[in-house]
């Protein structure tokens, strides 16, 4: 399975940017999708994360800002950032499950830098 972020960027405080992840194969077969993000120096943390279904889940510190989203006829996952802040800075991954008790696959990430 290969998984390909895009959209990263550098923006200012305030300013919105749109994340999105390709997969290799079709996003109905994964149970869970998700975005995590490591900042320098700091280990890898989650974001957000959508089910099958259509369930999602964010880290409070993203909760009302950050919005996670699947199009299957696209096998894109999508995050629309808006109001970022300059903590927000980090590298933005995109991972997959096949079976919510199954190993991640990871994809590349993309590097979003936020401005004050």
């Known amino acids: 399975v290969q998984l390909q972020a895009s959209g990263g960027g550098l923006v200012q405080a305030g300013g919105s940017l749109r994340l999105s992840c390709a997969a290799s194969r079709s996003i109905r077969s994964f149970a869970v999708m998700a975005w995590y993000r490591q900042a320098p120096g700091r280990e890898r943390e989650l974001v957000a994360s959508?089910?099958?279904?259509?369930?999602?889940r964010y880290a409070d510190i993203v909760e009302g800002r950050f919005t996670i989203s699947r199009d299957n006829a696209k096998d894109t996952m999508n995050l629309q950032m808006n109001t970022l802040k300059p903590e927000d800075t980090a590298v933005y991954y995109c991972?997959?499950?096949?079976?919510?008790?199954?190993?991640?696959?990871w994809g590349k990430g993309t590097l979003v830098t936020v401005s004050s």
């Open positions: 959508i089910t099958r279904g259509g369930n999602t």
């Open positions: 991972s997959a499950k096949s079976i919510l008790t199954g190993p991640n696959y």
